[in-house]
Structure formats: C-alpha cells, structure tokens
C-alpha cells in the first residue's frame, strides 16, 4: 500500500497586494495555504524583503550594520540607490527618523522633499514609514501619501490613535497601508474593521502585528501571526486575510546580543556574526509563522533569508 500525503485544505485565501510600478512592481501574499506548504494549495507570490533607508544617519544603529552604510547613509537618496544598485534591493523601506519630535523634528514638507527625491532615483517599489510618534505621523504621511502619488507606495504605519487621517490620505492618493496594533489578534482585526468601515479596499491592507526579536518575545509574536494566518485560512475571516508585515531590523538590531563587544561577551562568539545570525533567525521564523513582507537592514541577514526562501519555495 502506497503512502499518501495527508493534505489539509482551507476555504480561505490571503489577499494579494501589489506596490510599485511598472516591471518592478511586487505583490505579497495570494495564497490559500500555510507557509511554504505549495503541496497543499497555491502560493502565488513569494515573501519580500525589503532594505530599510532611514531619513537621516542612523546613530542608534550598531557599528556592524551602521558601517556597511557609513559612506551613503547622510543622504536618503544616495543610501536608496546603493541598496537598490550595489545590493540588488527588490525594494526600499523609507523611514522618516528624523521627524520624531525628539530627533530632528523636521515638518512634514521636508519629509516630503526626501521623498520625491528618492522616488526620482529609484525605479524598484518604496515603503514609507513614518517616526512611530502618533501625532507627528498623523502630519507627516499626509505629506508622504501627496508626495508619493502615482508611485503606488505602501504607506504606514497607521494605528488607532491616527488612522483616520493616514487611511484618507492613502485613499486620496492610491496607495497601499500598514495597520499596525500591538501584539494582539483582537486588536489587528479591530483595527483592520475600522479602516475598512472608512471605504478602504481590504485589498489594499497589509496588517503589521508589532515584531519581537529571538529571546524577546519572538514566541509570542509567532503565535500572534499564525492565529491571523489560520483565522483567514480556516475560519475564511476576511479581516484577516491582508497580508503581513515583519520589521524585523528595528527590533533586532537593538538588543544586547547584537550591541555587546566580543570584549565583554567572548563566549558569545563574534559581534558581527551574531548580530547577522540573530536577524536572520528573527526573520525566518516570522515567514514560517505567515509574514509575507519583511523589513531588515543587514545585507548578509538578507541574503541568508532570500536563500531559505529559495529552498523552502
């Protein structure tokens, strides 16, 4: 007697959602299975990786990834296009650092000048994201979305304290939205409701669940996703079918296993490595878990996790 596969089905299917132009353009998520299991359904797109840009040098970033970027990141534009030109970036995640109230404070209509010209030396899809300041974000996207019109960008990220203004500009100005909640499945699907309920095409939503790095809740974030991906799977709940978002590299690059010298943590083993190690591993968990865009920063974290998806699709 031969040996049969056990397949499972489900009724339900990940939304697809598309950003950028033209040949560039990428779509994430569209499949009506679990993660990488092709053998039980269809998994039309592939996770995406995008290289994260920030507005302005990033200070608070550890020396092993800070000095990759040490000769581009003064300047936004030039930094975009080393990703895109040198690391073969697929796509770019724009952060506007420096209009947090307590960085830089720039306006908005800086916020907007940078991204006009990223866009201009560009050609591969951008996300936009603002400072996490739910105030300031309210202003500064506004600008972002008018800024990035026609350029089908993937705006966010918008919260509940903030969303009915980032959700109407992106409306205005056809681009795609980050709702981001806190570690919470209600909460996701809550926030999702109420962006919907405000004539936002669903299609058009990527929800971002909040990230933890490995030792750092990473457990708890995993099963926060995998409940969204089962709950739009198998429950065929359409608030939570949109497809979802890991920052990775915000969360991991910050930790003590990533910032400790080799000096006060020998046995350890080496800064840069570990740091590399810790990314990817957050990473690929997160795509196990039913993510299907992630933001990272360290260009070898990437290239190890483009690799895993390689194998694993």
């Given at each position: ?14 939304l697809?959602v ?12 569209g ?18 990786i ?67 010209d ?30 990035g ?9 918008a ?66 996703m ?12 359409a ?32 800064l840069?490595?570990?740091?590399i ?37």
């Amino acid at each position: 007697m031969s040996f049969v596969v056990p397949k499972e089905s489900f009724n339900g299917k990940v939304l697809a959602v598309d950003f950028g132009k033209d040949e560039k353009a990428l779509a994430v998520g569209g499949e009506n299975c679990l993660p990488f299991l092709s053998f039980e359904g269809s998994i039309p797109n592939r996770p995406v990786i995008a290289y994260e840009v920030q507005d302005c040098a990033p200070d608070d970033w550890p020396d092993t990834v800070r000095n990759i970027y040490k000769d581009v990141s003064g300047d936004p534009v030039a930094w975009a296009k080393y990703c895109q030109d040198e690391l073969k970036a697929g796509a770019i995640a724009l952060r506007l650092v420096s209009t947090h109230p307590d960085r830089d404070d720039r306006s908005a209509e800086d916020a907007a000048g940078t991204i006009r010209d990223v866009l201009a030396a560009i050609n591969v899809p951008l996300i936009i994201l603002g400072s996490n300041h739910i105030e300031k974000d309210a202003l500064v996207l506004v600008a972002a979305a008018e800024a990035g019109g026609g350029y089908n960008c993937v705006i966010g990220k918008a919260q509940e304290g903030n969303y009915k203004t980032i959700v109407a500009a992106a409306l205005a100005h056809n681009h795609k939205l980050i709702a981001m909640s806190e570690l919470d499945i209600n909460l996701a699907k809550q926030l999702n409701i109420l962006i919907t309920q405000m004539g936002f095409d669903k299609e058009k939503l990527i929800t971002d669940p909040m990230c933890s790095a490995l030792g750092y809740g990473l457990e708890y974030t995993y099963s926060v996703m995998e409940r969204i991906r089962l709950a739009g799977l198998a429950q065929n709940d359409a608030t939570m079918q949109p497809p979802i978002l890991g920052d990775v590299g915000m969360y991991v690059w910050k930790i003590k296993e990533t910032v400790a010298s080799d000096t006060d943590m020998p046995e350890w083993g080496a800064l840069e490595e570990r740091g590399i190690t810790w990314e990817a591993v957050t990473a690929t968990s997160l795509i196990l878990a039913g993510a299907n865009l992630l933001i990272m920063r360290h260009p070898r974290a990437i290239q190890t996790v483009n690799k895993t998806i390689d194998e694993l699709v």
